[in-house]
């Protein structure tokens, strides 16, 4: 499906240079934004309070919120769990409280808004716990990074695993050096997001690297740079439809679900746009130096083939 078609090739890669330059830039700063400033770790990294509360009557998430802060807690994930009458909430642990002391100055707040209002459970997440989740989270980053670097050199060529795993790497940073630098928090929903932009960045370059394939295949006469240019441009109309229906519904969350799903909906946000411009700019230039040929995904028999001997693509097997 397209919406238009280009006819004359756009020349992404002759300017391919200067844009993996700022690239470059870009990566640098968000390590050192990560080195120096550190992520915002939520309750589930760092430890802390949880607890849950019920309510008779739907519970009012904007005022409950409010109670909170004006205990000093800044940022406190409130959401509904289970039914719109239980809230869940995530407190931070706090020097010279304990967490017992932590629930009952929240519960005397929450009763006198509305003196209804139950505690359901209480419970402390240590800092061990937090450790865990770390190494578990990293645990997953690194598998599916793998995951990925072995399904490309099987579907194509090391240099475009290499190429790809680069910059989806890059898109992951660059997340995380926002979060750095302003300082958002970091919890378990944004760690699911950076992987969901893992698997979108990868679908974007599979299908550009596919596009090249086939394209190596039709335009014999083509330079590498020539291919890559009109790989690009033929799949602009796909990109737009997909990362545009995507970026609505991402928007949608980001303006109207509420702090819950605010960071997770700003770090979809983040990866989807660097997704398409590391998809284009980053993989696709890189396995341009790499040095990505016809040969790397087309092997021509040495039998006379048995088809049409007008036929470019006779004797020509992927």
């Given at each position: 499906?397209?919406?238009?078609?280009i006819?004359k090739?756009?020349?992404f890669?002759?300017?391919a240079l200067?844009?993996n330059a700022?690239s470059?830039?870009?990566f640098?700063?968000a390590?050192?934004f990560?080195?120096?400033?550190?992520l915002n770790?939520?309750v589930?990294?760092?430890?802390?309070t949880v607890m849950?509360v019920?309510?008779?009557?739907?519970a009012d998430?904007?005022?409950?919120r409010?109670?909170?802060?004006g205990?000093?807690?800044?940022?406190v994930?409130?959401?509904?769990?289970?039914?719109?009458q239980?809230v869940?909430?995530?407190?931070?642990a706090r020097?010279g409280?304990s967490?017992?002391?932590q629930?009952?100055?929240?519960?005397?707040?929450?009763?006198?808004?509305?003196?209804?209002?139950?505690?359901?459970?209480t419970?402390?997440v240590?800092?061990?716990?937090?450790q865990?989740?770390?190494?578990?989270?990293l645990?997953?980053?690194?598998?599916v990074?793998?995951?990925?670097?072995?399904y490309?050199a099987v579907?194509f060529e090391?240099?475009?695993?290499?190429s790809?795993?680069?910059?989806?790497?890059h898109?992951v940073?660059?997340?995380?050096?926002?979060?750095?630098f302003?300082?958002?928090?970091?919890?378990?929903a944004v760690?699911?997001?950076?992987?969901?932009?893992?698997?979108?960045?990868?679908?974007?370059s599979?299908?550009i690297f596919d596009?090249?394939?086939?394209?190596?295949?039709r335009?014999?006469?083509?330079?590498?740079v020539?291919?890559?240019?009109?790989?690009?441009?033929?799949?602009i109309?796909?990109?737009?439809?997909t990362?545009?229906?995507t970026?609505i519904m991402?928007?949608?969350?980001?303006?109207f679900?509420g702090?819950?799903?605010?960071?997770f909906?700003?770090?979809?946000t983040?990866?989807i746009?660097?997704?398409?411009?590391?998809?284009?700019?980053?993989?696709?230039?890189i396995?341009?130096w790499l040095?990505?040929?016809?040969?790397d995904l087309?092997k021509?028999?040495?039998k006379p083939?048995?088809g049409?001997?007008?036929?470019?693509n006779?004797?020509?097997?992927?």
């Amino acid at each position: 499906m397209e919406l238009f078609r280009i006819r004359k090739d756009i020349p992404f890669m002759r300017h391919a240079l200067v844009l993996n330059a700022i690239s470059a830039i870009t990566f640098v700063l968000a390590v050192f934004f990560l080195v120096a400033r550190g992520l915002n770790l939520s309750v589930e990294f760092t430890g802390g309070t949880v607890m849950e509360v019920a309510y008779q009557q739907p519970a009012d998430l904007e005022s409950v919120r409010s109670v909170i802060e004006g205990l000093g807690y800044a940022e406190v994930p409130v959401q509904n769990f289970g039914t719109s009458q239980d809230v869940l909430l995530r407190l931070p642990a706090r020097e010279g409280l304990s967490s017992g002391q932590q629930s009952e100055a929240v519960m005397a707040a929450l009763k006198a808004q509305d003196p209804a209002v139950q505690l359901r459970r209480t419970e402390f997440v240590g800092p061990q716990v937090g450790q865990e989740l770390v190494e578990h989270g990293l645990m997953a980053l690194g598998l599916v990074i793998v995951g990925i670097m072995i399904y490309l050199a099987v579907r194509f060529e090391w240099k475009y695993a290499v190429s790809a795993i680069i910059a989806n790497l890059h898109d992951v940073v660059i997340i995380l050096g926002f979060f750095a630098f302003f300082q958002w928090e970091f919890s378990l929903a944004v760690l699911a997001a950076v992987l969901a932009v893992l698997g979108y960045s990868v679908n974007e370059s599979v299908v550009i690297f596919d596009r090249i394939r086939e394209t190596f295949r039709r335009q014999r006469k083509m330079s590498t740079v020539q291919i890559i240019d009109r790989a690009i441009t033929s799949t602009i109309s796909r990109t737009i439809i997909t990362h545009g229906s995507t970026q609505i519904m991402v928007l949608s969350m980001l303006l109207f679900g509420g702090p819950t799903l605010h960071y997770f909906a700003m770090a979809l946000t983040i990866g989807i746009l660097f997704g398409i411009y590391s998809s284009v700019f980053v993989a696709a230039a890189i396995a341009m130096w790499l040095g990505i040929k016809r040969e790397d995904l087309i092997k021509t028999s040495s039998k006379p083939a048995s088809g049409d001997p007008d036929d470019p693509n006779s004797g020509a097997v992927v």
